[in-house]
């Protein structure tokens, strides 16, 4: 099978002539202005469909928890196949299903609240589909903006969108909870539903042609999927990226749980203050991908990934540290997000970016594929152990034990070939 993608005149690299900037690049742009709708529209989704479950239906706090878990649940099952799917197709159509599918499944919500006919085991089904067409859409985009865009502009195109995702997140639970409280939580739901039209019209505008996957059927799927776990297993850039990935969600699970938990019975922090405190934190991570492609240009590629990836773990030590009165306390752990939210927004660009520029076309999906399955296996993992050693050995030491592993899980980073990296090409 082979790994190259054909040139013809529609592929980035023969673009460049044609794209002097990404703000001519119409195609991205038009992809960029549908996905940024949509990510607002899913921040409102992220707040309404729980309230939807509590409000609507008085969930449990066991049946909320396994909503949240079918959400997440399709990342554990499908990014494998979808992976290996995804590489044998052309991107936009599978892009342009997911969000017809996720559309009409979160209006079913609102319409069926309407005739009282909304029950719990059916949000599940609901929720969990969505789980599927955003794992589908997720790692369609990821393959697809590189197709769309010269490799000199790849930088710039993932922080743009990495601006976008931190800005719905700056912005979108406000949005989201007036929303719930004018319209009620399932009727709010309707304004994800029409994000998603408005990214299926930006869709259907772009004018590039993808080049025919090769050999389509001449590898058994399960073969397919075999190269890509062998693909991420012997790039050494890549391979240290996966493991960072899983580490650091994994631990970080543990500190949103136990910090949580630590913040509300042991400091008695308000929800209001602590909803201050992540909201003032997540501007961070709008400047940090804001700033990244500056950052990139003036410093070379590996000392700051090393660097950005650093200030967005070691921070976390410092949780337990804090004391003093509770203004006292609510700034220092806003400094400590906001200085790991910023650093993993400039991480977060240049690591894309990094492994896009590391990985053939043909191979691109399935390694967004297996860093997904990582990711978020550790994210799966994690509130399972943080249950566990909040209740017996307490939220501070769990605070402690994650912080410690932030940080010995930065060892296999620094003696990777990444620091060495001065550009996105090894």
Same mark, same amino acid.
């Given at each position: 099978?082979?790994?190259?993608h054909p040139?013809?005149?529609?592929t980035?690299d023969?673009? &460049?002539a044609i794209?002097? &900037?990404?703000?001519?690049?119409?195609d991205?742009?038009k992809?960029?202005?549908?996905?940024?709708?949509?990510?607002? $529209?899913?921040?409102?989704?992220?707040?309404?469909?729980?309230l939807?479950?509590v409000?609507?239906?008085?969930a449990?706090p066991?049946q909320?928890?396994l909503?949240?878990?079918?959400?997440?649940a399709?990342?554990?099952?499908?990014?494998l196949?979808f992976?290996?799917?995804i590489?044998r197709l052309?991107?936009?159509?599978l892009?342009?299903?997911?969000?017809?599918v996720?559309?009409?499944?979160i209006?079913?919500?609102?319409?069926?609240?309407f005739?009282?006919?909304?029950q719990l085991?059916?949000l599940?089904?609901?929720?969990f589909?969505? $789980?599927?067409?955003?794992v589908?859409?997720?790692l369609?985009w990821?393959?697809?903006?590189p197709?769309i865009?010269?490799?000199?502009?790849?930088?710039?195109a993932?922080?743009?969108?990495t601006t976008?995702?931190s800005a719905?997140e700056?912005?979108?639970?406000g949005l989201?909870?007036?929303?719930v409280?004018?319209?009620?939580?399932?009727?709010?739901?309707?304004?994800?539903?029409?994000s998603?039209l408005?990214?299926?019209?930006?869709l259907?505008l772009?004018?590039?042609?993808?080049?025919?996957?090769?050999?389509?059927?001449e590898t058994?799927?399960f073969r397919?999927?075999?190269e890509?776990i062998?693909?991420?297993?012997?790039?050494?850039?890549?391979?240290i990226?996966?493991i960072?990935a899983?580490a650091w969600?994994?631990?970080?699970a543990i500190?949103?749980?136990?910090?949580l938990?630590y913040?509300?019975r042991?400091?008695?922090?308000?929800p209001?203050l602590?909803?201050?405190?992540?909201?003032l934190a997540?501007?961070? $991570?709008?400047?940090g991908?804001?700033?990244a492609?500056?950052?990139?240009?003036r410093?070379?590629l $590996?000392?700051?990934i090393c660097?950005?990836f650093?200030?967005?773990s070691a921070?976390?030590?410092?949780?337990?540290?804090i004391?003093g009165?509770?203004?006292?306390?609510?700034v220092?752990? &806003?400094i400590?997000?906001?200085?790991?939210r910023?650093?993993l927004g400039?991480?977060?660009?240049?690591?894309?970016?990094l492994?896009q520029a590391q990985?053939?076309p043909?191979?691109m999906a399935r390694?967004n594929?297996i860093l997904?399955?990582?990711s978020?296996?550790?994210a799966?993992?994690?509130p399972l152990?943080?249950?566990?050693l909040?209740?017996?050995?307490?939220?501070?030491i769990?605070?402690?034990?994650?912080?410690?592993g932030?940080i010995?899980?930065?060892?296999s980073?620094?003696?990777?070939?990444v620091?060495?990296?001065r550009t996105?090409?090894a």
């Amino acid at each position: 099978m082979s790994l190259t993608h054909p040139q013809d005149a529609t592929t980035p690299d023969n673009a &460049t002539a044609i794209t002097k &900037t990404l703000w001519t690049n119409t195609d991205f742009l038009k992809f960029w202005f549908g996905e940024t709708t949509s990510l607002f $529209g899913s921040q409102v989704t992220l707040l309404a469909l729980p309230l939807a479950a509590v409000l609507t239906l008085n969930a449990s706090p066991e049946q909320l928890g396994l909503l949240r878990f079918l959400e997440m649940a399709p990342y554990l099952l499908f990014p494998l196949i979808f992976g290996a799917w995804i590489d044998r197709l052309h991107k936009r159509p599978l892009m342009i299903l997911a969000n017809t599918v996720r559309a009409l499944l979160i209006v079913l919500v609102p319409l069926l609240a309407f005739f009282h006919v909304l029950q719990l085991p059916v949000l599940y089904v609901i929720t969990f589909c969505v $789980g599927i067409g955003t794992v589908l859409f997720d790692l369609c985009w990821l393959s697809f903006v590189p197709l769309i865009v010269p490799k000199e502009h790849l930088l710039e195109a993932n922080s743009r969108v990495t601006t976008s995702a931190s800005a719905a997140e700056v912005a979108g639970p406000g949005l989201a909870g007036v929303l719930v409280q004018l319209l009620t939580a399932p009727f709010a739901l309707l304004i994800d539903s029409f994000s998603y039209l408005v990214s299926i019209g930006s869709l259907l505008l772009i004018h590039h042609q993808e080049a025919p996957p090769q050999n389509i059927h001449e590898t058994h799927l399960f073969r397919q999927i075999a190269e890509g776990i062998q693909f991420v297993g012997k790039n050494p850039y890549i391979r240290i990226l996966a493991i960072q990935a899983g580490a650091w969600n994994f631990f970080f699970a543990i500190v949103d749980i136990a910090f949580l938990l630590y913040a509300v019975r042991e400091l008695k922090f308000t929800p209001g203050l602590i909803g201050l405190i992540y909201a003032l934190a997540a501007i961070g $991570g709008l400047l940090g991908s804001a700033i990244a492609g500056p950052l990139a240009r003036r410093f070379p590629l $590996g000392p700051m990934i090393c660097a950005t990836f650093t200030l967005g773990s070691a921070p976390f030590i410092l949780l337990p540290m804090i004391g003093g009165s509770t203004i006292v306390m609510a700034v220092l752990f &806003t400094i400590v997000f906001f200085l790991v939210r910023t650093a993993l927004g400039i991480y977060a660009v240049q690591s894309t970016s990094l492994r896009q520029a590391q990985t053939p076309p043909a191979l691109m999906a399935r390694m967004n594929a297996i860093l997904r399955l990582i990711s978020y296996g550790g994210a799966t993992l994690g509130p399972l152990v943080a249950g566990f050693l909040s209740t017996w050995i307490g939220m501070r030491i769990s605070l402690w034990l994650a912080g410690i592993g932030f940080i010995l899980a930065l060892i296999s980073l620094f003696i990777s070939p990444v620091r060495h990296l001065r550009t996105f090409e090894a």
